[in-house]
């Protein structure tokens, strides 16, 4: 594994791989933030590169799939950062994910180790979401689904911090479900999305 930690960390540089490799993340997690930041994911369009044949069409929307749009602009996608954007108090929301960290930076100046933590389980959330449609034929009915598996994400990495650390943290999820709740299911109960966070997908380092 260190050896392909240091094969993996040779050419990388600036502040955003450093908070990537740094982070208080599951290692595969911290992969996947790398495939994605260096744009070697598995999204429809790097397969149409490697000579694939099939449908370029986002699982969520009718345009074409990318990491960009997968994460960012999807019309999905938008609806989940926009409810980190409430949560922040922030009047925009990111449209890749080098504009992520800077967003992050900008919006939430004083939480820096934790940024790695954010993205990733959203961003894991998104990519799980993605492959269920893809590979089970199973599609989100709502985005707050992704929040909640984002939110249970976020609170089994929470074990990977300090005691006040993580206690702040839970605090942060249950206020980001609460606001999700809000915006999404305003027809809902509470109680509804507090059974949702049962959703059991956080086996295997909790990915």
Not at 69 to 98: D, M
Not at 121 to 136: P, T
Not at 145 to 161: D, K
């Amino acid at each position: 594994m260190q050896s392909m930690y240091n094969s993996l960390t040779n050419n990388d540089a600036g502040p955003a791989h450093k908070k990537m490799w740094k982070g208080r993340v599951p290692p595969k997690i911290k992969i996947f933030i790398w495939l994605m930041t260096n744009d070697a994911l598995l999204t429809k369009d790097n397969m149409i590169r490697r000579k694939w044949s099939g449908n370029p069409k986002c699982y969520f929307c009718d345009h074409d799939e990318t990491i960009n749009h997968l994460f960012f602009t999807c019309s999905i996608a938008k609806v989940v950062w926009g409810v980190i954007a409430k949560l922040l108090g922030a009047n925009n929301i990111p449209t890749s994910l080098e504009q992520c960290w800077e967003w992050c930076e900008h919006w939430l100046p004083a939480g820096g180790k934790f940024h790695l933590w954010g993205i990733s389980a959203l961003c894991w959330a998104i990519w799980k979401a993605r492959n269920r449609a893809c590979f089970e034929r199973k599609f989100i009915k709502n985005p707050i689904e992704i929040l909640c598996h984002a939110g249970a994400l976020m609170q089994y990495w929470t074990g990977l911090y300090t005691e006040v650390e993580r206690k702040m943290l839970i605090n942060g999820v249950n206020t980001m479900l609460k606001v999700a709740t809000d915006l999404l299911l305003q027809k809902k109960t509470a109680g509804d999305t507090n059974k949702r966070l049962k959703y059991d997908d956080h086996r295997d380092d909790g990915a």
